[in-house]
């Protein structure tokens, strides 16, 4: 896992466990929706790159929450990294 993958999974880990003891809703919605709302389109293709690639080290409602954001919308095309 590269170096930017693993602060990647970091920080999309910190979401998940804000969101995950909030029982009265869906975390893995919230966390989903954070990360459409709050992330760069080109971190949220790294992420879901990383996902397709294994996604190690993501917690299970994390990996959960990036793959329907990968259902849900294509990664961005044409940005510069």
């Known amino acids: 896992m590269s170096a930017s993958a693993d602060k990647l999974v ?3 880990n910190q979401i998940g466990r804000f ?3 909030q029982r009265d809703g869906d ?3 919230a966390i989903a929706d954070h ?3 709050f992330w760069d389109p080109r971190m949220r293709a790294a992420i ?3 996902l397709v690639k294994g ?5 299970g409602p994390v990996r959960e929450a990036v793959g329907r954001l990968k259902a ?3 990664p ?3 940005l510069s990294a």
């Open 10 to 12: 970091m920080m999309a």
């Open 19 to 21: 969101f995950t003891p």
């Open 27 to 29: 975390p893995v919605a």
């Open 35 to 37: 990360l459409e709302k």
């Open 48 to 50: 879901a790159e990383h």
């Open 55 to 59: 996604g190690a080290g993501l917690d």
């Open 72 to 74: 849900t919308k294509a």
């Open 76 to 78: 961005e095309k044409g």
